[in-house]
């Protein structure tokens, strides 16, 4: 009887470490590279005032990472920007506009594809030049190259830094087609600091971690969160105008925030953050 029980309490044993054996060779690529390990990366874009002109509206409406070998025209790639994203590129200035937050596979990229819309500009008298009166070039598709490719490490953060130069891109349509043309004029950026002045703006809170003061931030339109931290110096704003403390912060609370991205980390530090509706 004893030799029975043990006979199949050691079925039972084997059976559960083959079932182990399965689930752990399933979660690994057990060197064969079958499996990507995953990165992340932070997109944000940046300008500097144009000549009469108040406010420049535009819609990104995607963002797709191109592998490197891989020709353009090839199926699509990672897709950064999941959900369009609207604002007045102006507003921010030479401060950089986070646009979004992704995870992608690790590896190297040689060029990015961005599709923007919907442009609408505010002149310095306060008149609105809308989407009909401008033409826009190419309907707003834009690619663009990486000099000696974008690289994306596993279990990393890699910051990439777009220059929306609306000076260049914004001319007056001499051909009566339309008041305006808009060719965007994108560049990637050659970046030699370590750290850029930015903003996010209408952020979700999806973790805190008050006894770091961090907190876990999805920007509109993103797939994944941006690491926020804070000093006691940073401003908590609330809805209202008044300061607030770090409880008030809960998770699912929309905010902007203002401050430094390190391009090393990926963190961003928070001078200011303020409730919004």
Known sequence: MNQ???????????????????IIGGCSDNGTGSRSANGRMVLMMHDAPVNDLKQVWLTVESVTLIRSGTQIGDGTGPIVLSQPIRADFLAVGSVALV????EVAEGTYSKIRLQVSDPEFVLKNDSVVTA???????????????????????DSTAVLSLDLNLEKSIEVNATGNGRFILRPQIFVDSVSSEAKEAIVLGATVVARDSSSRQLELQPPGSQTSMTVTMS???QLIGIGGLPIVLGTISVGSRLDAAGRLDFRTGVFTASRIQLRT
Request: hydrophobic share 55%; proline share 0%.
């Open 232 to 234: 006691n110096q940073t």
């Open 99 to 102: 646009l979004a937050a992704a």
């Open 4 to 22: 029975a029980v043990n006979r199949k309490a050691g079925q039972v044993f084997a059976a559960v470490l083959l079932a182990l054996s399965v």
């Open 132 to 154: 009909s009166e401008i033409q826009l070039v190419a309907d707003g598709h834009v690619d663009l190259n990486f000099q000696g490719g974008f690289e994306i490490g596993s």
